[in-house]
């Protein structure tokens, strides 16, 4: 989803990763993790991580990002599934 | 159009108490020139990667400068539903590459020179295709009606 889509809102939760497309030829997209949401309803802006940096910033998406979600849920049940089977 | 739609490039805003270090890092990292630095979320100033050169390194200060130190400021804003055409007058009369957008005062967006010129070329593009065509191959009257 980009940060146009629903009324020019993106959405995010902890955890999920945010690409930002290259503008130039031969740029590479980039990626951060998003640490915290500071709007409402999981809306802009976002506290993020870059890369392996570990230098966090404010993030405002643009309509050059847009946002992977990922099932946290899903990924605590395997986690503790896995857990259980040590 | 309003002028949070012309916004391309995402924003990135860093804290006043952040250092320059920390500045160029996150400049590096999300391949941005230019961080907003706010204060509760309100625009307090903007930092340039020139800046960072011009009045942190060869100033002499130190990696551990606050970044507050080196921003220019107060920043220009405009609000984010304003119309774009208010965007145009404010470039027009500052001599200004970045306009910072901004919604009940909070930073949402970072509106640039380049944003607009990407949408005035795309504009200039679909106004002369026609006329190209027009150009290239030859033109075609239509016939005219037949007489009874």
Not at chain 1, 36 to 51: F, K, L, N, S
């Amino acid at each position: 989803m980009t940060a146009k889509d629903e009324g020019d809102v993106m959405r995010a939760s902890v955890g999920d990763r945010i690409v930002i497309r290259g503008h130039h030829i031969g740029e590479p997209d980039r990626d951060c993790e998003v640490l915290e949401v500071r709007g409402e309803d999981g809306g802009p802006p976002y506290e993020v991580r870059w890369g392996d940096s570990g230098q966090a910033a404010l993030f405002f998406p643009g309509s050059d990002a847009s946002v992977q979600h990922f099932d946290h849920a899903k990924d605590e049940r395997q986690d503790g599934a896995s857990h259980a089977n040590d | 159009m309003r002028t949070i739609e012309a916004v391309r490039r995402s924003g990135v805003a860093v804290e006043a108490d952040r250092t320059l270090r920390d500045a160029a890092t996150v400049m590096e990292q999300a391949g941005v020139g230019a961080l907003m630095v706010v204060e509760q979320g309100r625009p307090i100033g903007i930092v340039t990667d020139r800046d960072l050169v011009r009045r942190g390194l060869a100033r002499g200060l130190a990696t551990n400068a606050r970044v507050d130190a080196v921003m220019s400021s107060p920043v220009v804003t405009i609000d984010a539903d304003s119309d774009l055409h208010d965007a145009f007058a404010v470039f027009r009369t500052n001599p200004l590459r970045r306009l910072a957008v901004v919604r009940e005062g909070r930073f949402v967006g970072m509106l640039t020179i380049d944003d607009l010129l990407i949408d005035l070329a795309a504009d200039l593009s679909d106004l002369s295709r026609p006329l190209t065509a027009e150009m290239l191959f030859a033109h075609r009257d239509n016939p005219l009606p037949a007489t009874p």
